[in-house]
């Protein structure tokens, strides 16, 4: 089966994107993320915490997919705590809309995954297991906290300075999928996966271009 994008052609694309948003986040966010897109499999996956979900395989699927699938509900989880800051925040119009985009198709993605692993008989993580996670491009504790403490044109710039970061780390969750032997051939997670990919490389450049715009646009033209 063919996929719609390969691991190749996504890290290609995230490094192109990422390297393209001007010097607002400095060099070393733009290492971090180089870093980041490079990461072999073997040592990424080994950095992952699976708080004590099972996961077999089966018919069609692997551990790798079922990994994926526990996992990537906790990292759409944490995008759903930073999006639903946003009205409460003071954030512009355009980031508003991106944050309400961000919330209804991972509310919905959510929901894919929990019915996906319920069932196959997997484990669907809970509360606690969601938080105690580990994972590329999750957000730091502080972060949050700074996140939650900014208002209006100062949420905007770290809101999107944080979620281009968490969208990477989704990426690299997709390639490590995919490179993952005999992963990613089931057709619901296969499709689930690439839909990933796409949205958030389209989102990362969208919050590039409007972080770039936050550089050179006084607040009350950019509304």
């Known amino acids: 089966m063919m996929r719609l994008a390969g691991p190749g052609v996504l890290a290609a694309t995230l490094l192109f994107l990422v390297g393209c948003g001007g010097d607002h986040a400095g060099h070393e966010d733009e290492d971090h993320a180089a870093h980041e897109a490079h990461e072999h499999h073997d040592e990424a996956h080994a950095g992952h915490d699976h ?12 551990v790798a997919d079922v990994r994926f699938m526990q996992m990537m509900i906790g990292h759409h989880a944490q995008a759903l705590v930073m999006a639903e800051m946003a009205p409460t925040h003071g954030a512009g119009e355009r980031l508003l809309l991106l944050a309400e985009k961000i919330e209804i198709s991972q509310h919905d993605e959510i929901a894919l995954m929990k019915r996906w692993l319920a069932e196959r008989g997997q484990d669907v993580p809970d509360e606690a297991q969601i938080q105690a996670m580990r994972m590329p491009g999750l957000v730091s504790d502080e972060d949050l906290a700074r996140l939650d403490a900014a208002r209006g044109e100062e949420f905007d710039r770290l809101f999107l300075t944080l979620m281009i970061e968490h969208h990477v780390g989704a ?48 607040r009350s033209e950019s509304r």
């Open 171 to 218: 990426v690299q969750m997709v390639e490590e999928l995919f490179d993952s032997p005999g992963a990613g051939q089931d057709s619901e997670i296969w499709a689930f996966a690439n839909d990933v990919a796409t949205d958030q490389l389209d989102e990362i450049g969208a919050m590039e271009a409007m972080l770039a715009e936050l550089d050179t646009t006084p």
């Open 51 to 62: 708080v004590g979900l099972e996961a077999t395989d089966g018919p069609g699927f692997t």
